[in-house]
């Protein structure tokens, strides 16, 4: 929920101008905006085949009588190919369980979006030692029956990590991710999700199973997220 929508236009800009060009680079990644609802519309006349287009959120509701929500079906004719779904700041702020976010996701993939399902435990869970249960209670409840490898991908995001500056250890991505491996849809892409800079961008992609990052923070500036995807 950041910036005007002269500034999301602006920012979708410095992306596309960035990446457009460049085959190396779209030869190794693919770039993904999610901006706020408001900013679909505007964002999307910037994009081109380069960046794809995603939500941020979606309903867990079929179109109809539902004031405030806006449909899986809505973003798909908002020619989003994506939404994420059961972001923590959803689950926490919004009380969203793995109920809601796996019939959100069931509505995303009725509607042809792909779904990019969150998951990461607190930093009282980590102190507990309890992260790979809760990261796989929350995959068991979230994730939806149907799901592939073409149409999941799953976003590790230790909730401690998000927006804070720390950074888990390579050795902690490296386990988490691995226990995820096992647990979703065979050749989902896994992203990790926490304080991704151009900075530590290198060494995280490094570790296996990391297959790209969620970023938030360092997405407000078109040459930050570009920089990850250049190192
Ligand atoms: P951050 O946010 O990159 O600012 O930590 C990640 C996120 O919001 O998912």
Redesign the pocket.
């Known amino acids: 929920m950041n910036g005007t929508m002269a500034q999301g236009i602006a920012l979708a800009r410095g992306i596309v101008e960035a990446v457009q060009d460049d085959a190396k680079l779209l030869e190794k990644n693919d770039f993904l905006i999610c901006p706020p609802y408001l900013h679909l519309a505007p964002v999307q006349t910037e994009l081109s085949m380069a960046v794809s287009l995603g939500g941020q959120d979606c309903s867990p509701f079929e179109n109809g009588a539902y004031t405030g929500d806006i449909s899986a079906e809505m973003l798909r004719d908002m020619n989003c190919d994506y939404v994420i779904l059961g972001?923590s700041?959803r689950r926490q702020y919004y009380m969203e369980s793995n109920l809601m976010v796996q019939q959100k996701a069931v509505m995303a993939l009725e509607a042809g979006l792909k779904v990019i399902i969150?998951v990461g435990e607190t930093e009282e869970q980590r102190e507990a030692g309890q992260q790979n249960d809760i990261v796989e209670q929350q995959l068991a409840g979230s994730l939806p029956s149907g799901g592939t490898g073409d149409n999941v991908v799953v976003?590790y995001?230790p909730v401690w990590?998000?927006?804070?500056g720390k950074v888990a250890t390579i050795g902690d991505i490296t386990a988490m991710h691995g226990h995820i491996r096992g647990l979703a849809p065979k050749d989902s892409r896994i992203l990790y999700?926490?304080?991704?800079k151009p900075a530590n961008a290198a060494e995280i992609f490094a570790v296996e199973n990391v297959n790209g990052a969620?970023?938030?923070?360092?997405?407000l500036k078109a040459e930050d997220f570009v920089g990850i995807a250049k190192v």
């Open positions: 972001h700041e969150c976003a995001e990590a998000i927006g804070t999700g926490g304080s991704v969620l970023i938030g923070g360092a997405s």
